[in-house]
């Protein structure tokens, strides 16, 4: 992790993305915010792995999914989420209308029940802060944090509850 000056922590990752991203907006991005990008020709086109987090993206464009045949898409998306248990699917477009919730209902129909979370998203920025968020709050050290304070939130509700006190009473 990065020390911010002020001596904040400033949370940092790896992040595993393939090579066709390279200069991509989302990438120089992640970089510029002191991350650790790899670049894999391994990786499929269009994804980003956090190993820390166990999660990964696929970033998708609305029109290219318009483009490609229904079943390459669920093909794309099978193989995806067979490879990944933690997956995502961003599909960006600037404006979301019918055909693009469409498109995201008959994903949605044809993975339910799967390991699969779609995310609709509309520009680059917003898509690196939608990822940033998931991968930290599925992070090991943060998730064990946030466990601990929700379960500290719990016991102190219980312990306070007027309807404990009441009982208590009676």
Known sequence: MAVREGGDRKWSTTVIMSS?????????????QQHKVRFSDSVENGLFIFPLSGIAFLLTDA????????????????????????????I??????????????????RFLGSN????P??????????????AKVTCKPHIE????????????????????KTLDQI
């Open 20 to 32: 066709s991203l390279q200069g991509h907006e989302v990438a120089v991005s992640l970089q510029s």
């Open 63 to 90: 029109k290219q999914l318009f483009a490609t045949s229904k079943e390459t898409i669920f093909e794309r998306v099978q193989k995806f989420i067979s490879v990944h248990r933690n997956s995502f699917l961003g």
């Open 92 to 109: 960006e477009a600037a404006l979301f209308g019918s055909d693009e919730w469409n498109l995201i209902f008959r994903i949605q129909q």
């Open 116 to 119: 699969l979370r779609i995310l």
């Open 121 to 134: 998203v509309h520009n680059n920025a917003e898509t690196v802060k939608i990822i940033l968020t998931i």
């Open 145 to 164: 944090n946030i466990r601990d304070r929700l379960q500290k939130a719990k016991t102190h509700i219980v312990e306070n509850s007027p309807v404990w």
